[in-house]
């Protein structure tokens, strides 16, 4: 708008401010630099006009602008906040009226100048003071140029502003869980009603608006559910989604997210950092459960196992966006409980337990949208399938030791309708232990859930979902083939988030293992839970 100004002199604001403080204006005092007031003073009267005049709607037809009108608002809270204006060297007003259009373009460019100042110190300038002042210059573009302002690099001067205006930010989130949970008789014998609670304050720090430095620190005393599966291992396929990331601290203080994520242009993101599961680099198509604090109750329906739930929290990952609908994710992470700072053999970024793995993700509108992944993991066999693998269905060949394992994955979602989604996955496994004669296995799992949302109340989701937990199949070991029974394990779950306000929820739900441990001979676990969720 303001390419068609030519070079001009410095024209000084020193003339607006009694004026504007007769009229309420808090006037701050300031040093004019380059600027003679009195010279300024005579230019400023030869375009003043001594007759005044009645207000008119449009601001570009006033002239004279009185204490009434929107731009005079707007200029005095630019000098109210920035300090922009200084008064007449005697610190006299010398008039009776309503500020010129002259006087007031006068100040509107020394308001420019002082917040390209406050910039340049690095100190914060609001958005919509920036807006404001966009909004005043177009409106007084022809007085700003007949005072001879040095208009001709104004739109060069706001674009500096816009894109310096962001300040070192850090905010604070909180969440805190309370859970009221009852076990049913399969719980190697704790069948008692707990109360538990997880609590996490969360830091994000910004540097330029668009990237993310982020320090969790949680506690919790969330109990590892555990069922009973006669002379095998205990399974730990019941668990709770919400127990802490590092276990049952007994409410002891841990850091459970370090990492930084940033853009590299417009298509390009990179995450660096040493506490940082895969879980928050992938896009897991599962919006209504992948939340531990507000999705599933169950651990094993939060997202696809096999692709989310592999070992290593220290590394990078970076996603490149090739449009709107197809984009590619890959990470390597390294560690398990912090394994990858432990410099002895078998450890490290490089020599101990890790993942790697890519995403290919598709989503051709806002309501549909799928992945097709695969994760490489070397780890304990325990750990494959997020701790869902059955212990007992592995053999004494692949227990507690490690693997290699090939994980392919197929994840998506789907809004049918404005207040009904469907989300699910299928996973399988290929667990192979070279050093120990060739011991391999198969794991299969699928699971489907149906989210109702909005339902009673807006923000409240009704989750119904189910599937098949980690399946062993195909055990090899040195004895040769071992001969599994047809039994599966089977995980149904149903629960009804509600919002009681914008930041506290309640969430009543019962999940229920069948076989646990794939044998059928196990009780079945159920697990009722009462869930509530305070965010701020």
Known sequence: MFKSF?????????????????????????NANEINPDNTLQQVSEYNQTQPMGQVTSVSQLRDVSPTDWAFEALRSLVERYGCIVGYPDRTFRGNRALSRYEFAAGLNACM??????????????????EKLKRLMAEFETELAALGARVDNLEGRVAFLEDHQFSTTTKLKGEAIFALTGFGPNSQGDDQVTLSDRVRLTLDSSFSGKDRLRVRLAAGNVPRIRTQTGNNPSSTQARLNFEQFTGDTGNDVVIDRVYYTAPLGDKFKFWVGTVMPSEDIYQTFSPYTESSGTGSLSRALRFNPVMYRNTGDAGIGAKYKFNDTFDIT???????????????????????????????????????????????????????????????????????????????????????????????????????????????????????????LDLMKEGAVLNIGGGMLPYVDAVETRGG?????????????????????????????????????????????????????FQF
Do not use: C
Not at 6 to 30: E, H
Not at 387 to 415: C, F, K, M, Y
Not at 502 to 511: A, E, L, M, R, V
């Open 6 to 30: 030519k070079k001009y002199s410095i024209a000084t604001p020193t003339v607006i401010a009694l004026a504007m403080a007769t009229n309420g204006v808090v006037v701050n005092s300031a």
């Open 113 to 130: 100048q002082q917040m390209e100042r406050l910039i340049a110190a690095s100190e914060a300038v609001m958005k919509e003071d920036i």
């Open 330 to 452: 890959a990470s390597y992470l390294a560690g398990s409980n912090s394994s990858a700072a432990d410099p002895t053999d078998g450890n490290g970024l490089f020599n101990g337990v890790y993942s790697a793995g890519v995403q290919f993700g598709i989503n051709p509108n806002k309501n549909l949208g799928f992945g097709i992944g695969y994760m490489f993991a070397y780890d304990n066999a325990n750990n494959i399938g997020g701790g869902l693998t059955p212990l007992g269905a592995l053999g004494n060949d692949l227990r507690n030791v490690r693997v290699e394992s090939h994980n392919v994955g197929i994840q998506g979602n789907w809004r049918i309708a404005e207040q009904f989604n469907v989300s699910g996955w299928g996973g399988y496994s290929d667990l192979n232990d070279p050093s120990n004669g060739g011991a391999s296995a198969d794991l299969w799992t699928f699971a489907l859930n149906f989210s109702v």
């Open 481 to 533: 083939n071992v001969t599994l029974g047809g039994n599966t394990s089977w995980i149904v779950e149903g629960n009804y988030k509600y919002p009681v306000t914008d930041n506290i929820s309640i969430t009543p739900g019962i999940y229920a293992v069948f076989n646990p441990n794939q044998d059928d001979s196990n009780d079945t676990a159920v697990v009722g839970v009462l869930r509530t969720v």
